[in-house]
Antibody, heavy 122, light 113 residues
Framework: QVQLVQSGAEVKKPGASVKVSCKAS????????INWVRQAPGQGLEWMGW????????NYAQKFQGRVTMTTDTSTSTAYMELRSLSSDDTAVYYC???????????????WGQGTLVTVSS | DIVMTQSPDSLAVSLGERATINCKSS????????????FGWYQQKPGQPPKLLIY???TRESGVPDRFSGSGSGTDFTLTISSLQAEDVAVYYC?????????FGQGTKLEIK
């Protein structure tokens, strides 16, 4: 069965960087994209961007441009999301979510990782 | 950016009764070349990731009970739970995947009356 397993919780200081991993199994990794979505405590869902593992193309939300990097390692079927220059506003649960390819982008997000809590605190 | 606006923000419904959640997008998410609405509904229970319920506005994801149904086109969409069960207590989100940035509604909290 399809599974996305994310790395564990992180605590970071303001100004630091965090790198979250998302290991996929149960399907051919390169035939779907990976989206990253975050959710601040008690808040809604915010799309950060997506990556297509078969060619490494990325599409980032403008809000995160210059501060986020999404990569994949096809040899281990793992996606990564690195966020730099962290502030307390970045405290959130970060999710990876699989999306099929359509219309030049991602379709609906049919499988999600369990989430990774990133806490930014001095 | 396409703004997704859900109504109501919260809803309390008796067990066995119908629950209806609405979502309006600031521009059409209907892709005319294939006549598909790039729109979906998700359910999120406390401490869990979101779960896909409905895609293409009205297609139920595999394994989702048939009491859940989606309707609408263009800019106006509805999620209906025909007979509310206790396990349906959750926050429900709509989403457009028509264009980036993919955006979600603010969420509707569904409770038992």
């Amino acid at each position: 069965q399809v599974q996305l397993v994310q790395s564990g919780a992180e605590v970071k200081k303001p100004g630091a960087s965090v790198k979250v991993s998302c290991k996929a199994s149960g399907y051919f990794f390169t035939t779907y994209g990976i989206n990253w979505v975050r959710q601040a405590p008690g808040q809604g869902l915010e799309w950060m961007g997506w990556i297509t593992p078969h060619n490494g193309n990325t599409n980032y939300a403008q809000k995160f441009q210059g501060r986020v990097t999404m990569t994949t390692d096809t040899s281990t079927s793992t996606a990564y999301m690195e966020l730099r220059s962290l502030s307390s506003d970045d405290t959130a649960v970060y999710y990876c979510a699989r999306g099929s390819y359509c219309a030049g982008g991602s379709c609906y997000f049919d499988h999600w990782g369990q989430g990774t809590l990133v806490t930014v605190s001095s | 950016d396409i703004v997704m606006t859900q109504s109501p923000d919260s809803l309390a419904v008796s067990l066995g009764e119908r629950a209806t959640i609405n979502c309006k997008s600031s521009q059409s998410v209907l892709y005319t070349s294939n006549n598909k609405n790039y729109f979906g509904w998700y359910q999120q229970k406390p401490g869990q990731p979101p779960k896909l319920l409905i895609y293409w506005a009205s297609t139920r994801e595999s394994g989702v009970p048939d009491r859940f149904s989606g309707s609408g086109s263009g800019t106006d969409f509805t999620l209906t739970i025909s007979s509310l069960q206790a396990e349906d207590v959750a926050v429900y989100y709509c989403q457009q995947y028509y264009t980036t940035p993919y955006t979600f509604g603010q969420g509707t909290k569904l409770e038992i009356k």
